[in-house]
């Protein structure tokens, strides 16, 4: 797993608000093309937030990020440009429970990439059977495990061809049994070289793939690290406070 | 105690899953569901006794009234006197004055002999809904929906074959218009597919309607708003209130949700005071008002009006119900599509529409079947609804004192028609249950 020295993301002096509440300070990231970047941190740490802002989902009202080259500002060609190249897992998979399983993977391709609809089909199908669930592509959503649906929502945004995949939590609101099965399939993306930034608190998924993890408290990035260094010889305070937290039993 | 513990032996493994077995005898079947459903104690045996005695008490005073042999009967006179005949002492109906005025209950003073007219028209109607009501009817069928209104319009009104086919003909180059600029800018080709039909309308339709008229004179005779009557004139009015008001309604919810201002104080304005405003002061305002703010000598049709007004009136109710249906949606709906790169219009045609619908579908319907009944304010304005005829009916020698007869019918045929809505909308609703779950 090889990290190049092309900037895939680049965050500069990044601040946000929420009205008055200070959720994210002074954010410097750059991510290399192929990186596996892990971000952990105690919940309200703006975690979720500080990657909800790299596709737009949440506005930054200070600083700069840019995504393979486009600049997020309010221009709205900008914002559907980088959306279309950067994919999104959410906590709740987010997938669209009034079309199978097979359209909610077709539909961004078809009306955004303009793709024809057999060729989507044929990608989707593609992408279903990479994810190991190609038999359901019939069915719709709700008649899905949990794990399952998790599975289709990264396949619907590996059907967009993106370049960036961010994770929000991906395995939170799953069971045990289900989270091997999702995890599974991010180890495989990570290995075909995926630039991949991952909320997560699977600390053995991040041992295992993760090239750098950052650690966030209270809006700021306290701490980054190679996975090996970071939990073995983490070096400030807090972070040493919140892995014996999450590590102790 | 920890001795005694130690003594009971607590581990268990299962070797053997468990078999589904049936429930027993007596816990199915219909046996069971009137044991538990009308006698499940004392009090619930009394409670269905007293409710039957209440039933059989209602039904046999109203019952006699109902069963009447007077179908036949030319007038109220003729009607008492062949109940004296009969030897009957009970308050009958008189179901004579339903026969005779039928046709003045359903048409109003359209001419005689054009019945033919509406009656095909309610046919292209109900085979225009149906591919728009039950998907599992051929795609292509939409076209015909599509035509539908124009070939509806030709049928009740009548006048040459040419006007309707040119309106139609103006959609159509709006279409074309917006289709061809959307490519340059879309805002373009929407404000062009605005202005492309209206200039058509208003600036060639008129002359090359005349021109075509002169030169192929086809059509069908003219028959003026004001000889539409009864439920063909609550039919005109509601169908097409019910049709135009989805479309806006939908409109002013997506405006009230938007994030611009102005767009979205517009559209709160417009739902507020038309909803705090009682229907019938608009519709005297349709009838009445109207006539000061139009350059004199326009003659526009009350019955239009009227149909304008109703369809504002119910947009605004509707709008209210597909926002509680927008709000309803989870957050992530909207994040999903956003992350996929999805616009706004695509977002809400692809994703959130459908969804939000599906969930408005009960209120949606309330709205229609209300506004449905609603139709018969307009005899406050003079037009000649089912209500307004009754008292052109009792004003005959024949029918003068005849009441209840009337309203119940009346009140039968507007139970059709809503309960026939009401069934469609659980049918749907039960439909999307199962496919979406």
């Not at chain 1, 993106?162 to 609101?173: G, K």
């Not at chain 2, 616009?343 to 969804?355: D, E, F, H, K, V």
Request: with cysteine; charged share 15%.
């Amino acid at each position: 797993m090889k990290v190049s020295d092309e900037v895939a993301i680049e965050i500069s002096g990044m601040n946000k608000w929420f009205g008055s509440f200070h959720v994210l300070r002074d954010i410097n990231l750059t991510v290399y093309r192929g990186e596996r970047i892990v971000i952990c941190g105690p919940s309200g740490s703006g975690k979720s937030t500080l990657i909800r802002c790299i596709n737009r989902l949440e506005e930054h009202q200070q600083g700069t990020i840019m995504v393979e080259g486009t600049e997020l500002s309010s221009d709205l060609k900008n914002i559907d440009k980088i959306r279309s190249e950067v994919g999104m897992c959410f906590q709740h998979f987010n997938l669209f429970p009034h079309l199978t399983i097979l359209e909610n993977c077709t539909l961004a391709p078809i009306w955004v990439r303009k793709t024809p609809k057999k060729e989507a089909e044929e990608t989707a199908m593609h992408f279903l059977e990479k994810v190991k669930i190609p038999e359901q592509a019939n069915k719709y959503p709700g008649q899905l495990s949990g794990g399952q649906q998790q599975r289709v929502a990264i396949a619907r945004s590996l059907c967009m061809k993106p370049r960036i995949m961010l994770f929000d939590e991906p395995t939170s609101a799953l069971d045990p049994e289900m989270i091997a099965e999702v995890l599974d399939t991010m180890i495989e993306l990570a290995e075909e070289g995926m630039t991949m930034l991952c909320v997560t608190h699977e600390m053995g998924f991040a041992r295992k793939v993760a090239n750098r993890v950052i650690f966030m408290d209270a809006g700021q990035i306290v701490e980054q690290n190679e996975p090996e260094e970071f939990f073995n010889n983490p070096q400030s305070d807090r972070t040493k406070l919140f892995l014996s937290q999450i590590l102790g039993h | 105690m920890s001795e005694v513990h130690s003594m009971k032996d607590l581990t268990f493994v299962r070797r053997e899953m468990l078999p589904e077995k049936e429930p027993p005898v007596g816990e199915r079947g219909a046996i069971k569901w009137v044991r538990e459903n009308l006698f499940s104690g004392v009090f619930n045996t009394v409670m269905t006794l007293i409710s039957l005695f209440v039933i059989w008490y209602v039904l046999q005073g109203l019952l006699p009234w109902f069963i009447s042999p007077s179908w036949g009967q030319e007038s109220l006179a003729a009607c008492r006197e062949h109940f004296e005949e009969l030897g009957q002492t009970l308050e009958q109906a008189c179901w004579g004055v339903i026969r005779d005025r039928m046709n003045q209950l359903l048409y109003g003073f359209y001419p005689q002999d054009s019945y033919w007219r509406p009656n095909v028209a309610l046919l292209v109607l109900l085979a225009g809904l149906a591919p728009v009501l039950f998907p599992s009817i051929p795609r292509k069928a939409v076209f015909f929906s599509l035509a539908s209104p124009f070939i509806i319009y030709l049928l009740l009104w009548g006048g040459p074959i040419w006007t309707p086919i040119l309106v139609a003909a103006g959609f159509a180059l709006g279409f074309v218009a917006a289709k061809a600029l959307n490519g340059v800018n879309p805002i373009v080709a929407a404000i062009a597919a605005v202005l492309v039909p209206v200039l058509f309308w208003f600036l060639i339709l008129p002359p090359l309607a005349n021109v075509l008229t002169s030169a192929a004179p086809i059509g069908l005779a003219f028959i003026a708003s004001n000889e539409f009557g009864g439920f063909l004139l609550s039919v005109v009015i509601g169908v097409s209130a019910i049709i135009l008001s989805l479309p806006l309604g939908i409109v002013l919810a997506l405006a009230r949700t938007s994030d611009l201002f102005i767009v979205h104080k517009l559209s709160v304005g417009f739902i507020e005071i038309i909803r705090g405003v009682p229907l019938i002061v608009w519709l005297f305002t349709a009838s009445l008002l109207l006539n000061y703010f139009l350059p004199p000598g326009t003659n526009f049709d009350l019955t239009l009006r009227v149909i304008i007004m109703v369809t504002l009136f119910s947009a605004a109710y509707i709008a209210e119900v597909v926002r509680g249906g927008l709000a309803a949606l989870p957050k992530g709906q909207y994040e999903g599509a956003d992350s996929l790169g999805l616009g706004y219009w695509q977002s809400m045609r692809l994703i959130i529409l459908p969804q939000a619908l599906k969930i408005s579908i009960p209120g949606i319907v309330n709205t229609f079947i209300g506004l449905f009944k609603d139709t018969t304010l307009v005899v406050f304005i003079g037009l000649l609804d089912p209500i307004g005829l009754t008292n052109s009916i009792r004003a005959s020698t024949d029918w003068n004192g005849i009441y209840w007869e009337l309203y119940v019918f009346i009140g039968v045929m507007f139970f059709i028609f809503c309960y026939s809505m009401g069934r469609y909308s659980l049918h749907l609703e039960k439909k999307l249950q199962r496919e979406h779950r």
